[in-house]
């Protein structure tokens, strides 16, 4: 149930400029994926990465995660998600 709040609160954390809090809550998404071994999770926590990663001022990563992110939603035949993802 965490886990499907996780990434909008990334996306919050972001809009307030705490770059740091939603870094810990996209390990967070990862970690869950992890111990689920889910596929989802997993897609999600490459989307969440990637504007994280900018807002650090890592662009070489966020580039890397956003791809990451757009190949999992393609892998679970999800296109919306994946058009969101790289975005």
């Known amino acids: 149930e ?3 709040l996780l990434p909008a609160y990334v996306i919050v954390m972001l809009a307030i400029n705490d770059a ?3 870094a ?3 390990r967070q998404i990862g970690e869950i994926a992890v111990r689920q071994d889910s596929a989802l999770l997993r897609a999600q926590a490459g989307e969440t990465a990637a504007p994280v990663l900018l807002a650090k001022g890592d662009h070489d990563a966020a580039l890397d995660r956003a791809r990451q992110g757009v190949r999992a939603w393609r892998d679970l035949a999800a296109p919306y998600d994946a058009a ?3 975005r």
């Open 24 to 26: 810990t809550a996209g």
């Open 2 to 4: 965490r886990a499907g």
């Open 20 to 22: 740091d809090t939603a």
């Open 84 to 86: 969101f993802a790289g």
